[in-house]
Structure formats: structure tokens, C-alpha cells
């Protein structure tokens, strides 16, 4: 039910708090310690390299979760669109380990990828919010989202779940691999809890960024460098999805070898700052696009905010940025789409789950 809210969208961008305490109590043992099933972590132990197939903003969330095996576990890993890798599939390590990840566990393109796999004998671990699904039921293992039904097209705490929880199972497996790169996580994701609170209270004040920025473009794009680019691309998916203005994400330093062609008087660009590493790039890039007529949105961070920036987000792990960062897309998408007219929770064209190839 959507209670007091007028559209699931809403209710279930307010529901990501809450989600997050759920995973975070989920996700521990009673001595509050991380703590993931055996047998996932075996498999995890005994691969060589993960990959992860998924289809639309669960694809974005592989694409963080990556960084996350990665850099924590030191495991190499691969993000694939599950429709590609069904008819193109990449040379395989020898102990591969495949990760589905599916809001729905429906989705048929990662369903055809999966039963390719176990055919081939491969291990599988699906990473769903509904346990008993396709995917949960034909996987070797499953790892559940617990973030409740999600009944609004546009995926909005499916995809901070599933972020949250790839980043659980990549800390374990650091953990149980001896790495050095452990994090006391639960405070982490604790602090992301009480940002992303703090996101949602500044709603109107992001209702009137899209007043500013948003009313009567056709298009924006969405730029920003590692992290903060695969967090563009699915605000630009977000924004896509439901307000049908023409939105793109782009690494930062790739605009200008030919994307900026598109920018003109007061095109709507949202940059995102949330990485010390490569925050003065992002801002040079802002600047390059500024400087031929774009209207910069800049998202930022405490602690790397400058003077000007639009929008600051309370500081959080930079590993765990996107957690937060992708709500103020998730809301401008929203305010978008309702100022719009639109059908925000059922927008044109699409459907929740994609049962078709
Ligand atoms: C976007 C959206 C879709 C889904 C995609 C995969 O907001 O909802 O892009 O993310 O269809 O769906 P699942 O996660 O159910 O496999």
C-alpha cells in the first residue's frame, strides 16, 4: 500500500532508510558481525573471477558492485547486459562464478544467460528482492534484498539494496580472503542510513532544482568520473524512464570526444563530485561544458563542496557514495515526471518485470 504518499515512486525513495536498517540487521550475526551464508561465500573463495549479469538499473548496481570485489576482495570481476552475454559470450576464466543480479528474479534475458551457465556446469549466485523467484529458485545459491515489494516501475530502493548488499558479501569475502581492505561497515552503511534520511528531508528543495533546471529542456545529461559515472547513467535511466526527457550518463572525461557536439544555451548537465581522486577533473569538465552554454547542476559532497555547488550530500565512506548520491537523481526524476503530467509509477512502454527475450 502507499499509504499517505501519491505514488509508490515516492513511498518507496522514503522506504530506503528503513531498507537499509532491515539489510544491516539481516546481514549480522548476533555478535554484530558481517555475516553471509557458508556456502556463498565458498563458492566466492574458490572462483577466480565473478561475473555479474543483470539487465537495466540492476546492471548499474553490478557496475558498483564490481568496484566493491574489486578493490576489497581482489577478485577481478566483469559487469555484463545480460542480452549481450546471452548471443556474445566473453572467453571464460577457468573457475568463473556468475552473479545475477534482478530486482524481480523474472527477468528473462538474465534467466536465458543462467540457464546457459548450469548447463555449462558453472557456479551461480542470484541476488534478488524476491526469494522463490526464477532466478532464486534455479541459482546454486540466493542472497535476498529485503527491501519489501517494490510495485513502481522505475527501480529506486531495489537498486540502494542491492548496492548494500554487494558491498556485505564483498567485505565477507575480503574478510575471509585475509585482505587489509576491511572497513567497519555496518557504521558505514549506519551513516549512509542517516544521509539518505537527510536527502529525503531536502525534497523540496530538490523539487525546485527541477523547477530551475528541468521545466522545459528535452534533454540533459548526466556526467561524472568513477563512481559518480555509473551513478549518472542510472540517473539518467531514472529520468529517462518516467519524465521522457532525453537524458544520457557520460564519464566525465569522454564528453568531449564528441558528446559536447550536443550542448547548447542552457542544456541541463548534472555533475556529480563526490570522489576526492578525481574531483578537480569533474569540476574542469563542468567547467568545459559551462563555458559553451550548459547549465550545471553540481552534486557534491561535504568535505569536496566548493562555493556554487547545487546540491551537497552529507559525507559518507567514498566507497558508499552512490547509495546516497543516486537519491537526489531518484527525486529529481520524480519531480520531473509529476511535473510533467506523467504517469509516474506506470509510465509508457514499460513493464515491472520483462519476462520477454
Ligand atoms: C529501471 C528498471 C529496469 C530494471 C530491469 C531489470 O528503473 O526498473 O531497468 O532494472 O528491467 O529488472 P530486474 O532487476 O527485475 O531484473
Given amino acids: 500500500e502507499k499509504g499517505t504518499y501519491d505514488h509508490f515512486m515516492l513511498k518507496e525513495i522514503n522506504d530506503q532508510p528503513a531498507t537499509m536498517r532491515k539489510i544491516i540487521q539481516e546481514y549480522q550475526d548476533k555478535d554484530e558481525n558481517l555475516k553471509i551464508d557458508g556456502a556463498v561465500i565458498d563458492q ?50 577457468e573457475k568463473p562464478l556468475f ?13 536465458a544467460v543462467l540457464v546457459d551457465v548450469k548447463k555449462q556446469g ?58 587489509d581492505t576491511e572497513i567497519n561497515l555496518m557504521r558505514e552503511l549506519a551513516k549512509v542510513t542517516t544521509a539518505i534520511t537527510a536527502v529525503i528531508d531536502d525534497a523540496p528543495e ?15 545529461f548526466f556526467i561524472g568520473r568513477t563512481m ?22 557520460f564519464a566525465g572525461g569522454e564528453l568531449k570526444h564528441g558528446t559536447i557536439a550536443l550542448i547548447e544555451e542552457n542544456t541541463p548537465v548534472f555533475a556529480l563530485a563526490t570522489q576526492e581522486r578525481v574531483n578537480l577533473n569533474i569540476r574542469g569538465n563542468a567547467q568545459e561544458v559551462e563555458a559553451r552554454g550548459a547549465k550545471v547542476c553540481m ?34 526524476a520524480y519531480y520531473a515526471a509529476l511535473h510533467r503530467g506523467n504517469d509516474v509509477d506506470k509510465p509508457r512502454n514499460l513493464a515491472k518485470s520483462v519476462t520477454v527475450e
Fill in 44 to 93: 566466492l573463495k574458490s572462483s577466480d573471477r565473478i561475473y555479474i549479469i543483470a539487465a537495466g538499473t540492476s546492471y548499474h548496481a553490478g557496475l558498483i558492485g564490481k568496484e566493491y570485489f574489486e578493490k576489497w576482495a581482489g577478485v577481478p570481476t566483469e559487469v555484463h547486459v545480460a542480452s549481450e552475454f546471452v548471443y556474445n559470450t566473453p572467453l571464460l576464466s
Fill in 122 to 179: 558453472h557456479k551461480s549466485l542470484t541476488v534478488t528482492n524476491v526469494p522463490g523467484s526464477t532466478l532464486a529458485r534455479e541459482a546454486d545459491e540466493t542472497l535476498i534484498l529485503h527491501a519489501g515489494p517494490e510495485i513502481a516501475v522505475a527501480s529506486t530502493k531495489a537498486y540502494t539494496a542491492q548496492i548494500a548488499v554487494l558491498s556485505i558479501l564483498a567485505q565477507v569475502t575480503a574478510r575471509e580472503l585475509g585482505k
Fill in 299 to 332: 552534486v557534491s559532497m561535504e568535505g569536496m563542496d566548493q562555493e556554487g555547488d547545487t546540491y551537497v550530500i552529507p559525507q559518507v565512506h567514498e566507497m558508499l557514495t552512490p547509495l546516497v548520491s543516486v537519491v537526489v537523481y531518484q527525486l529529481i
Fill in 206 to 220: 530538490i523539487e525546485q532544482i527541477v523547477n530551475e533546471y528541468l521545466e522545459t529542456t528535452r534533454n540533459a
Fill in 228 to 249: 559518480d559515472y555509473y551513478v549518472g547513467v542510472e540517473g539518467a535511466l531514472k529520468l529517462k524512464e518516467i519524465s521522457y526527457i532525453q537524458a544520457e550518463g
Fill in 99 to 111: 552473479i545475477f543480479i534482478s530486482q524481480s528474479g523474472e527477468t528473462a534475458d538474465s534467466r
